[in-house]
């Protein structure tokens, strides 16, 4: 049985940075890709980052240049480094094993002076 289980989210002032994590377990991690999306309320779940097990990564052109995911296959652990946050930014985070229907439960983001 897959889990992921995220961590990270929190209250950011608009310009900080946070660190999300997800980790892994029952999945063969090191050769998986990962995925981090998000949703606002009233919006459909997004897009954010995503990285291969070869370690290749994609971003959705809103976190381009701001946003960093990176994976530890020692940890089973996905993170992603938000940076120069803005109040847009504000959501639930979730984590997703891609290509399956494992998600992670989920934590929340606020960016707000």
């Known amino acids: 049985q897959v889990r992921l289980v995220e961590s990270g989210g929190g209250l950011v002032q608009p310009g900080g940075s946070l660190r999300l994590s997800c980790a892994d377990s029952g999945s063969d991690f090191r050769r998986s890709a990962m995925g981090w999306y998000r949703q606002a309320p009233g919006n459909q779940r997004e897009f954010v980052a995503s990285i291969t097990s070869a370690d290749t990564t994609g971003y959705a052109d809103s976190v381009k240049g701001r946003f960093t995911i990176s994976r530890d296959n020692a940890k089973n652990t996905v993170y992603l480094q938000m940076n120069s946050l803005k109040p847009e930014d504000t959501a639930v985070y979730y984590c997703?094993?891609?290509?399956?229907?494992?998600w992670g439960q989920g934590t929340q983001v606020t960016v707000s002076s």
């Open positions: 997703h094993l891609i290509g399956t229907g494992y």
